[in-house]
């Protein structure tokens, strides 16, 4: 995942715990799944005189973390210190890292525009994820100004019309619950959202919730105090917590155990929760934005999914259609995800042939624009020509080389996508009231249900969001 910098902001005084931290950071494992941290140190003395300086760091730098550890001498200047940061490098996060502090001088520092502190025992474990999330966070930023994603490219109708709502959702505060299959974009658009919404300045923490042991979710989400299980030596803060003021992005909601269901839904409710071991409730102002592939009739109706959390959760839903509906996105696709992998590689491709394109177009892409974006990856890394060939495209599924359409298939297709298009804006405007669609559509009631029936269109699932 390539080199994140860290900048350390340290107080001039030596400092135990800022060495500690120092320590923990440069002695960090490198790993596939993880940036590679590089520490830039700085000293700050207790007037901040030297801002000019730092300012000047800052930008030359362009850290994607800068972890200011505060002493009490420095605490006082932090109303100065923390907004330098971020005017100076708007995409770094900042990470506060305390020795000890009261509740009321954390929230302010939040106010501030930390986006996470550090407290002791100082482990690794704790630590280190945070610090490889937040540098992901900050190289999103650099990467996406303004908050849109340049992957959210398309020109397919029911595309656009979907993603059109993203600006509109990040106004608000309601729950969003994001519909599609595995790779169509939906991490893609929570963070736009996020990023477009009041909230842009605050952290987006995002969880897989299929990826997590079910005995370990709720501590996961809501944290433990001490002496909460076995081996809880210590207090933890769940991803709620480090969400405050921000964004919790649940992938694949409904592998959530039923239990953990249950206090998501009073989270999402009264904003309190319980942390595993405490008999006190804790408040935080969090967004959430979920996202499932699931079909969700098909989950409420097995109890996998509650439908009171689906209910809460689906206040905005945003459906984002498979590749293979918007087949006339998957060339300039393929051409961003060309010229993003022909420079991090240094390699000569600059587009592709008649034939590589076909290829392309033709595939129906089981894994969507995931799959598409390693697939043109692969294609390039692998290619040492100006063209990607026909023979450079390796996909995985294909039982055969793709063939030329013919002007009938060309043509069918086409009208398929119209028609499934057509029928489900059609259902949507009527709130899934099929009688009331076919007199709007001027059509018999029973050829509308046939066209149904063919587009395999879950009318129930459009009535339920409708609600």
Same mark, same amino acid.
């Given at each position: 995942?390539?080199?994140?910098? /860290?900048?350390?902001?340290?107080?001039? *005084?030596?400092?135990?715990?800022?060495?500690?931290?120092?320590?923990?950071? %440069?002695?960090?494992?490198?790993?596939?799944?993880?940036?590679?941290?590089?520490? /830039?140190?700085?000293?700050?003395?207790?007037?901040?005189?030297?801002?000019?300086?730092?300012?000047?760091?800052?930008?030359?730098?362009?850290?994607?973390?800068?972890?200011?550890?505060?002493?009490?001498?420095?605490?006082?200047?932090?109303?100065?210190?923390?907004?330098? +940061?971020?005017?100076?490098?708007?995409?770094?996060?900042? +990470?506060?890292?305390?020795?000890?502090?009261?509740?009321?001088?954390?929230?302010?520092?939040?106010?501030?525009?930390?986006?996470?502190?550090?407290?002791?025992?100082?482990?690794?474990?704790?630590?280190?994820?945070?610090?490889?999330?937040?540098?992901?966070?900050?190289?999103?930023?650099?990467?996406?100004?303004?908050?849109?994603?340049?992957?959210?490219?398309?020109?397919?109708?029911?595309? =656009?019309?979907?993603?059109?709502?993203?600006?509109?959702? $990040?106004? #608000?505060?309601?729950?969003?619950?994001?519909?599609?299959?595995?790779?169509?974009?939906?991490?893609?658009?929570?963070?736009?959202?996020?990023?477009?919404?009041?909230?842009?300045?605050?952290?987006?923490?995002?969880?897989?919730?299929?990826?997590?042991?079910?005995?370990?979710?709720?501590?996961?989400?809501?944290?433990?105090?001490?002496?909460?299980?076995?081996?809880?030596?210590?207090?933890?803060?769940?991803?709620?917590?480090?969400?405050?003021?921000?964004?919790?992005?649940?992938?694949?909601?409904? #592998?959530?155990?039923?239990?953990?269901?249950?206090?998501?839904?009073?989270?999402?409710?009264?904003?309190? !929760?319980?942390?595993?071991?405490?008999? &006190?409730?804790?408040?935080?102002?969090?967004?959430?934005?979920?996202?499932?592939?699931?079909?969700?009739?098909? $989950?409420?109706? *097995?109890?996998?999914?509650?439908?009171?959390?689906? !209910?809460?959760?689906?206040?905005?839903?945003?459906?984002?259609?498979?590749?293979?509906?918007?087949?006339?996105?998957?060339?300039?696709?393929? #051409?961003?995800?060309?010229? %993003? !992998?022909?420079?991090?590689?240094?390699?000569? @491709?600059?587009?592709?042939?008649?034939?590589?394109?076909?290829?392309?177009?033709? !595939?129906?892409?089981?894994?969507?624009?995931?799959?598409?974006?390693? +697939?043109?990856?692969?294609?390039?890394?692998?290619?040492?020509?100006? =063209?990607? &060939?026909?023979?450079?495209?390796?996909?995985?599924? @294909?039982?055969?080389?793709?063939?030329?359409?013919?002007?009938?298939?060309?043509?069918?297709?086409?009208? %398929?996508?119209?028609?499934?298009?057509?029928?489900?804006?059609?259902?949507?405007?009527?709130?899934?009231?099929?009688?009331?669609?076919?007199?709007?559509?001027?059509?018999?009631?029973?050829?509308?249900?046939?066209?149904?029936?063919?587009?395999?269109?879950?009318?129930? #699932?459009?009535?339920? *969001?409708? &609600?």
């Amino acid at each position: 995942m390539g080199v994140a910098t /860290v900048l350390l902001l340290r107080p001039a *005084s030596p400092n135990e715990f800022a060495a500690s931290l120092r320590d923990l950071l %440069t002695s960090a494992p490198r790993t596939a799944a993880a940036p590679t941290l590089q520490v /830039v140190e700085h000293r700050a003395d207790d007037q901040c005189a030297a801002a000019d300086e730092l300012a000047r760091l800052l930008r030359s730098e362009k850290p994607d973390i800068c972890l200011v550890v505060l002493n009490p001498p420095l605490l006082a200047q932090a109303d100065a210190l923390l907004p330098l +940061v971020n005017s100076a490098s708007p995409s770094t996060r900042v +990470v506060v890292g305390l020795e000890g502090g009261e509740p009321d001088q954390m929230a302010r520092l939040y106010e501030l525009g930390a986006a996470d502190f550090i407290t002791a025992p100082l482990r690794a474990v704790d630590i280190l994820p945070r610090v490889w999330r937040l540098a992901e966070e900050a190289a999103h930023r650099r990467r996406e100004p303004g908050g849109w994603p340049k992957q959210l490219i398309g020109e397919n109708a029911e595309f =656009l019309a979907e993603v059109s709502k993203i600006p509109t959702m $990040a106004r #608000c505060d309601a729950s969003v619950l994001l519909l599609g299959e595995t790779g169509t974009g939906k991490e893609l658009c929570a963070r736009a959202i996020h990023y477009l919404s009041p909230r842009a300045s605050r952290p987006f923490v995002p969880i897989n919730c299929g990826a997590i042991p079910t005995e370990l979710v709720e501590n996961e989400l809501f944290g433990h105090e001490r002496g909460a299980f076995t081996g809880a030596t210590g207090a933890r803060s769940g991803l709620i917590r480090e969400a405050e003021g921000g964004t919790l992005f649940l992938d694949e909601v409904d #592998c959530l155990p039923s239990q953990a269901q249950v206090k998501l839904l009073r989270f999402l409710q009264d904003k309190e !929760y319980k942390p595993l071991g405490s008999t &006190k409730f804790c408040r935080a102002d969090v967004r959430v934005v979920a996202a499932t592939n699931a079909n969700c009739r098909a $989950a409420l109706e *097995s109890g996998r999914l509650r439908q009171d959390l689906y !209910y809460r959760l689906n206040v905005i839903p945003l459906k984002l259609p498979p590749l293979r509906e918007r087949r006339e996105d998957i060339r300039p696709l393929a #051409c961003h995800f060309l010229a %993003t !992998y022909a420079a991090e590689f240094a390699k000569p @491709a600059r587009g592709f042939t008649a034939e590589a394109l076909q290829a392309l177009v033709s !595939y129906d892409w089981p894994g969507n624009v995931r799959e598409l974006e390693h +697939v043109v990856e692969r294609a390039v890394i692998f290619s040492d020509q100006p =063209l990607i &060939k026909a023979a450079d495209i390796v996909l995985t599924d @294909a039982a055969e080389p793709p063939r030329q359409q013919s002007f009938k298939e060309a043509k069918s297709r086409v009208i %398929t996508r119209f028609e499934r298009a057509y029928i489900l804006d059609l259902l949507l405007a009527n709130n899934g009231n099929v009688s009331r669609a076919a007199r709007a559509a001027h059509k018999n009631r029973r050829a509308l249900w046939e066209l149904i029936r063919k587009h395999h269109i879950d009318v129930d #699932c459009l009535r339920a *969001s409708a &609600k």
